[in-house]
């Protein structure tokens, strides 16, 4: 595809299994930033233009969409096992279950230490306030969701100026528990940081952050995996010994944090929360003509409900919503006596709060050379006169438009539409054999033969 | 290259739409997005005027490799002092169109301010035709 020579080494946590892929085009459509084309009947992602928001992971009906993860057995090389939780890890639990219950089961699993994420959201607000009187740049868009940086980066590359160079509370607690246990007397290669992720997008950050030299989280586990496990350790009756080792940072406003306008309600001036991929996309296209000005803050998450809506959450999101919101209110009860202390010392905000600078790695430009550029687009419009417009996907490319800029950055033929090839074959300008041999270098060979195992088919569930 | 462009008076929801395009197309031509935020917004303002002022127009968009020419015709009342439509603050918008967020009679400074060579020629009761030029290169201003 295009962009051919831009950040090969840029981590995705999405990828797809061949071997279950049978490229029926549903990842391809819903994909925000035209990431995927099919070629030999499987799925194909663009490692320059995926931005690890999980559409595809979500509208795949056969699971074929692999989220990567480290090994659970990686933990137990370390002597000390933290497990940074966020607090929809609790959330999608039935409310009888108790957070104390949960603590326990993931020790049984083997963490030693056991911390939510949002505990320091204190420091990341003393960083955000910072970051607002000092920069000019209106509006201000949150860096919690990476889903959402990446798509700034590759889609809206005039706007990663307005990314607030905050460091989420993930990168903040972890190097807050880092510094924490240090102090404590522990060797820093005993520690283990383990974060328990709801999406793929946090992975790629963690493995391969922007802004940031290297993470503090040694490594990464998802959530959709432990929760199983959680759930199997509940069932069973076990004896405990000795309470994992916590603190009671927590407060309702991390409660609420991870959830749509957890972070908006914090901020000063104007501000607006906008979840879900599409919104973002649909109201970011109006930002940069300046058609909504005088926004101080934006809160934009890729997931429908934030993270009770990411990919690796298994319980459902609007009751995951609900929990945690029950949650908070019962904190906030508590919190109304003034005892509780928020995180400080061990981390110094004005040292590690911030994130380094952030570049744009536009995608869609069709040469670096404007007349090359020019030539291209007028090819490209002359191609829209014939294809039909019908954006149904059958060539391999999510739309008419992407399979004319495919075809004229070469990666692409003309006769991939099927209704030209019609008209070619028609007009013997291509032989039956040729049409066939493309037909089946986008949709495999296979594609055509019968085949029943397939969803609504005889033998569906086989 | 060109792009033709028609357009509807009194029809605010689309208002906008061909400013949002032109954008696009200017970032798969790779041009510099300071220059071509420039473009984007004395585009959308000329086209809110016909939408707010005019009854119908044509934006047409001639893109080469120098600069990018936009012309804006519409069929409307005109402007009959175009130096005092010029001028910030000034404002012939009624309140329905100001409580929508439109008219607060920067429209025309601010094209001006971002386009490099913008010129205005209106016939009262006929219409009015905005030239704007934009230079590609920053520098060639
Ligand atoms: N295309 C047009 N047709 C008729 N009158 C116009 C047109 N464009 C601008 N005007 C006049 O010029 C005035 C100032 O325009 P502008 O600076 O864009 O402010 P606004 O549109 O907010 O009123 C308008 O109120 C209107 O009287
Ligand atoms: S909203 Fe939350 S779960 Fe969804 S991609 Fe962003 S950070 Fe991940
Ligand atoms: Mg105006």
């Given at each position: 595809m295009q962009d051919k020579n831009q950040n090969r080494d840029f981590h995705h946590a999405l990828n797809v299994h061949n071997d279950l892929c049978i490229g029926c085009t549903h990842c391809m459509s819903v994909c925000p930033t035209q990431a995927i084309r099919i070629r030999n009947g499987k799925a194909i992602i663009s490692a320059n233009r995926c931005v690890d928001c999980g559409e595809c992971y979500k509208a795949c009906p056969v699971s074929a969409i692999d989220v990567e993860q480290d090994d659970l057995e990686m933990i137990f090389r370390f002597p000390v096992r933290v497990i940074l939780i966020p607090s929809v890890l609790i959330g999608q639990f039935p409310r009888k279950i108790m957070a104390t219950s949960i603590y326990s089961a993931l020790k049984e699993i083997g963490f030693t230490h056991i911390y939510e994420v949002e505990n320091t959201v204190d420091m990341v607000l003393e960083a955000n306030r910072k970051y607002m009187l000092e920069k000019k740049e209106r509006p201000l868009i949150s860096s919690y969701c990476p889903a959402i940086i990446r798509l700034i980066q590759v889609k809206y590359p005039s706007l990663v100026d307005n990314i607030m160079k905050v460091n989420p509370p993930i990168d903040m607690s972890a190097m807050y528990y880092r510094e924490k246990l240090k102090s404590s007397g522990i060797p820093e290669e005993q520690i283990g940081l383990f974060y328990a992720t709801p999406c793929a997008a946090k992975i790629a950050a963690i493995k391969s952050p922007v802004g940031e030299i290297e993470s503090a989280v040694t490594g990464v586990i998802n959530m959709n995996f432990l929760y199983n496990r959680i759930l199997k350790y509940l069932q069973r009756k076990y004896t405990e010994t000795e309470p994992p080792q916590t603190d009671d940072l927590l407060s309702s406003k991390g409660i609420l944090w991870s959830l749509?306008?957890?972070?908006?309600?914090?901020?000063?001036?104007?501000?607006?929360?906008?979840?879900?991929?599409?919104?973002?996309?649909?109201f970011l296209d109006n930002i940069e003509n300046e058609k909504f000005d005088k926004i101080d803050f934006l809160e934009l998450r890729a997931c429908d409900e934030s993270c009770a809506g990411g990919i690796l959450i298994s319980g459902n999101r609007f009751l995951t919503v609900e929990r945690l919101k029950n949650r908070a209110a019962e904190y906030r009860a508590r919190e109304d006596d003034q005892s509780r202390k928020p995180a400080e010392g061990f981390l110094s905000v004005n040292e590690h709060g911030f994130l380094g600078n952030i570049g744009a790695r536009p995608i869609g430009k069709?040469?670096?050379?404007?007349?090359?550029?020019?030539?291209k687009m007028e090819r490209k419009r002359r191609l829209m006169c014939y294809l039909p417009g019908f954006d149904c996907a059958a060539c391999g490319a999510p739309d008419c438009q992407t399979l004319a800029e495919d075809v004229v950055q070469g990666d692409a033929h003309i006769s991939n539409c099927i209704f030209l090839q019609q008209q070619m074959t028609k007009q013997n300008l291509?032989?039956?054999?040729?049409?066939?041999?493309?037909?089946?270098?986008?949709?495999?060979?296979?594609?055509?033969?019968?085949?029943c195992n397939k969803l609504g088919a005889e033998d569906e569930n086989n | 290259m060109q792009f033709r462009h028609k357009i509807a008076g009194g029809d605010f929801a689309k208002a906008g739409n061909v400013a949002s395009s032109l954008k696009k197309v200017l970032r798969q031509l790779n041009i510099d997005h300071t220059v071509s935020k420039r473009i984007v917004i004395a585009l959308y303002e000329g086209e809110v005027n016909v939408v707010a002022h005019a009854y119908s127009g044509v934006i047409e968009v001639e893109i080469d490799e120098e600069k990018v020419k936009i012309n804006i015709t519409d069929k409307g009342p005109g402007i009959i002092d175009i130096e005092k439509a010029m001028k910030e603050g000034y404002s012939t918008a009624t309140s329905q169109v100001r409580e929508m967020g439109f008219g607060a009679g920067m429209g025309l400074s601010n094209m001006k301010?971002?386009?490099?060579?913008?010129?205005?020629?209106?016939?009262?009761?006929?219409?009015?035709?905005?030239?704007?030029?934009?230079?590609i290169r920053p520098d060639a201003r």
């Open positions: 749509t306008r957890g972070e908006l309600v914090h901020s000063n001036g104007r501000a607006l929360a906008i979840d879900g991929i599409k919104n973002v996309n649909e069709l040469d670096e050379d404007i007349s090359t550029a020019l030539k291509l032989s039956q054999e040729q049409a066939m041999r493309i037909t089946g270098s986008i949709w495999g060979k296979e594609r055509l033969e019968k085949n | 301010k971002n386009s490099d060579l913008m010129k205005i020629s209106s016939v009262p009761g006929e219409g009015t035709i905005v030239e704007l030029l934009n230079y």
